[in-house]
């Protein structure tokens, strides 16, 4: 990486976009065969909303060179984040038959599934996620529900209670566990954990409602 990127990718952490501009112009400038430098001036729009200019740079980055896998990456959250869950979807997918192994992406793949309302074909992505990166709270819940959803009920617990030991202020993850524990006609459990719920979040209506419905019964 040249010198002038690495002075953009610092002037962007630090949230100096326009600086984070000039260098990646100029790294452009110095080496406009560089598919990275295209990828880093469109990570740059996409962090300002200039989506479609964004795609603009990962496409050129990949005219450049077509097994660059962080311009698929950044196009698919470029998509995501337009809600074009399908285009983001294969960009992510491309990302990963391209050789990127890390846990973000194939939490954004399993999740590109999830906002398409499929979460079978998400269910090994989100798996994967977790497997990369135990500590991702999130992959890990998200993985859970999918379980759910597949009825995989005690391995769907299983890991909404990792999600709690993880973060003992997960409202969701505790209501989870109480739908998962009333499924399994084990109602104590499940009051417990919706009372858990409602304590962190007081006003989480599904979980008020089903400890009222249960009440009932």
Do not use: W
């Not at 112009?25 to 300002?48: R, W």
């Not at 200019?53 to 984040?81: C, M, P, Q, R, W």
């Amino acid at each position: 990486m040249s010198d002038k990127s690495t002075l953009g990718i610092e002037a962007m952490q630090k949230g100096d976009f326009e600086k984070a501009a000039g260098y990646f112009s100029e790294a452009i400038e110095e080496n406009p065969k560089d598919a990275v430098c295209y990828v880093n001036f469109g990570n740059l729009l996409a962090a300002v909303g200039e989506f479609e200019k964004a795609i603009t740079f990962f496409e050129k980055s990949l005219e450049l060179d077509a097994n660059t896998t962080t311009a698929y990456y950044g196009a698919g959250n470029v998509y995501y984040n337009s809600e074009q869950f399908q285009s983001a979807q294969k960009m992510f997918l491309k990302a990963v038959q391209k050789g990127m192994d890390h846990s973000d992406v194939f939490f954004m793949l399993g999740m590109s599934y999830v906002q398409m309302e499929q979460p079978l074909p998400a269910l090994p992505y989100l798996q994967r996620a977790v497997e990369l990166n135990e500590e991702d709270t999130e992959a890990r819940f998200q993985y859970g529900l999918c379980l759910a959803q597949q009825e995989s009920l005690n391995e769907a617990i299983r890991q909404f209670q990792i999600v709690v030991e993880q973060d003992p202020n997960h409202a969701d993850a505790y209501y989870n566990l109480g739908v998962g524990y009333a499924f399994k006609e084990d109602a104590k459990k499940a009051m417990d954990m919706l009372d858990q719920a409602l304590s962190i979040q007081p006003d989480h209506d599904m979980a008020a409602n089903l400890k009222q419905l249960m009440q009932t019964l």
